[in-house]
């Protein structure tokens, strides 16, 4: 994440669905509360594409986090 804010880019973090190998209950962006809260990440922006089944775990994340962006389509 570092290396992204350094070269001013998003971090995409996927969540929810979109991997054959997923194990769906550890793909919760909800989980994701240390890696992206501030002070440590404030720098840093993210994004959480699709999320389904998770998407409102995943809009709450980004409309709490000032760095954080979700795309539900």
Do not use: I, K, N
């Not at 929810?16 to 909800?30: E, I, K, M, Q």
């Not at 002070?39 to 594409?49: D, F, G, Q, Y």
């Amino acid at each position: 994440m570092d290396v992204c804010a350094e070269l001013v880019l998003p971090l995409r973090l996927h969540a929810g669905f979109g991997d054959p190998g997923l194990t769906l209950h550890r793909a919760d962006p909800s989980l994701l509360t240390d890696f992206t809260a501030p002070p440590s990440r404030a720098a840093s922006r993210w994004c959480l594409p699709h999320g389904h089944p998770y998407h409102r775990q995943a809009a709450w994340r980004a409309r709490a986090f000032p760095a954080g962006y979700t795309d539900s389509g």
